[in-house]
């Protein structure tokens, strides 16, 4: 039979044979806020502790049917945390000292004393709280040092991976840990430097570097040093200093070595490339075509010397546009290209591409057709020369790919601080599993058109870099594929962005 006592304050697990006893110890413990189990043999207080947790366990040392000590092993054995307190009528010295070693608690005898019940229960559940809380310290101490042997061992396998140079320095400068490539980069071995003050080795740094990075907290200062070996190459060596704010720990630097001398080396040769490629392919490839232009004059009656001459003026165009986009792009890239910024009307260099347009949309018999919303201010600061560079790139595809006869519509609007202009065609438009990497560089995509082999791949990329540099976007319009294509340029209007 179960108490009906407070929750929480137990449960107690009472064990005895006799009626009377059953009914007096529930009694006691529920009317002082207990919850009261009641088994009536050995086997029955087993079954119900392989069932439910109990804190204490009150039991009678002789029962009918297996003697209270061979429960207390058993129950030792399921739970070595539960108290138990054992009840006897024989009194004696013998019979107590077996029951506390084989884990008894407590010991009280017959005829049951109240208060000496309560204050052996009262006593039990508080060892066997404290005994629980203990082993769940326990288990989470071991648990924390394990987590920090592991970040230990990952810190290490960290460190030694790594190829950039890494150290930690105390707030005094002093180094309070570094990997082995950071000891390589100053020339000493690593452990010889812990401890040592990192502003007094040989690399050349800022007497404010450390202030430098005390100032600019969540932001990492960054310096170039060049650093000269006796016997080895002149490094460029790239410094990274960061603050390490941890809680309940003092703040640290973490500092960040990196030797860029082979990435110098390939950026200088990447120069040197399109230097090559500036002078040695673009200047032949202009001579080319003059030399087609003039023969072009000259024989216009040889109808098949005039095609041929046709296709290597084209392929020449074609070259020179090509050697332009990757000299556009690598500028970009590099952070070379400069802009010349000045507030404009975007419709006016709208007006003007399109201007530069009617032959090869003649040639196709496109029409081009301008729309501007009404009443709106339409300025904005950009760089005139470029923004006409990513209008012609815009154009010259949506007539390419438009069939001919068709349309290509161009829709200027105003929306709070961006002026949109959106450029739509009727070609074959772009499916969707395309859309994503329409931007990326030498992406041509796979059209029906004919005129589909002769793009560099670098229009668009070219594009999408240019508007980033002037703060706007370029968006390919999710619509329809079989509608064509639409392109949507936003800009900021002069004075919001840029």
């Known amino acids: 039979m179960n108490g009906a006592g407070k929750t929480g304050a137990g449960p107690i697990l009472v064990v005895d044979d006799e009626k009377f006893f059953q009914t007096l110890l529930g009694k006691i413990l529920t009317d002082n806020g207990f919850e009261v189990t009641i088994a009536c043999t050995g086997k029955e207080a087993l079954e119900l502790f392989e069932k439910e947790s109990f804190p204490v366990v009150v039991l009678d040392l002789v029962l009918p049917d297996i003697m209270g000590t061979d429960v207390l092993v058993q129950i030792k054995e399921e739970d070595p945390d539960v108290a138990v307190i054992m009840i006897t009528a024989y009194a004696s010295l013998e019979s107590a000292i077996d029951a506390l070693k084989a884990g008894a608690y407590d010991y009280i005898q017959k005829p049951i004393v109240k208060e000496d019940l309560l204050r052996a229960v009262e006593r039990a559940l508080e060892r066997q709280q404290l005994a629980v809380w203990n082993k769940k310290l326990i288990e989470e101490l071991e648990a924390r040092l394990n987590e920090l042997r592991a970040m230990s061992t990952e810190k290490e396998d960290v460190f030694r991976i790594l190829d950039e140079g890494l150290l930690i320095l105390e707030q005094d400068g002093k180094i309070h840990d570094m990997n082995e490539k950071a000891a390589i980069m100053i020339d000493m071995e690593g452990s010889a430097w812990i401890g040592n003050d990192f502003m007094s080795s040989d690399l050349p740094l800022p007497e404010t570097f450390l202030s430098d990075i005390l100032e600019s907290p969540g932001k990492p200062v960054r310096v170039m040093v060049n650093l000269d070996r006796k016997g080895s190459m002149f490094r460029d060596i790239e410094v990274i200093g960061a603050e390490l704010n941890r809680a309940n720990s003092p703040d640290r630097f973490l500092i960040c070595m990196r030797d860029l001398t082979n990435i110098k080396d390939l950026e200088k040769k990447r120069e040197e490339f399109m230097a090559i490629i500036t002078h040695d392919l673009r200047t032949p490839l202009t001579s080319l075509k003059g030399f087609v232009e003039l023969l072009l004059g000259n024989y216009e009656s040889d109808a098949m010397l005039k095609e041929y001459l046709n296709i290597l003026d084209s392929e020449a165009d074609r070259m020179i546009s090509l050697i332009s986009d990757l000299l ?113 560089k030498y992406r041509q995509l796979k059209r029906s058109s004919p005129e589909r082999i002769k793009g560099s791949g670098l229009g668009l990329t070219i594009v999408k870099r240019l508007m980033d540099l002037h703060h706007g976007e370029v968006q390919l319009d999710d619509r329809d594929s079989e509608k064509g294509s639409k392109f949507i340029l936003r800009f900021p209007v002069a004075g919001k962005g840029v």
Do not use: C, W
């Open 328 to 440: 556009d792009l690598d500028r970009i890239d590099s952070d070379k290209m400069e802009l010349y910024l000045e507030d404009i009307s975007i419709v006016d260099v709208v007006k003007y591409a399109l201007k530069s347009m009617v032959g090869i949309a003649e040639k196709k018999e496109i029409t081009t057709r301008l729309k501007v919303s009404d009443g709106e201010d339409h300025i904005v600061q950009v760089d005139r020369k470029r923004v006409l560079q990513i209008l012609v790139n815009l154009y010259s595809n949506a007539i390419r790919f438009s069939p001919s006869g068709g349309n290509v519509d161009t829709l200027i609007t105003r929306y709070e601080n961006e002026v949109v202009v959106e450029i739509s065609d009727e070609g074959p438009g772009i499916p969707p599993e395309d859309r994503e990497i329409v931007f990326e």
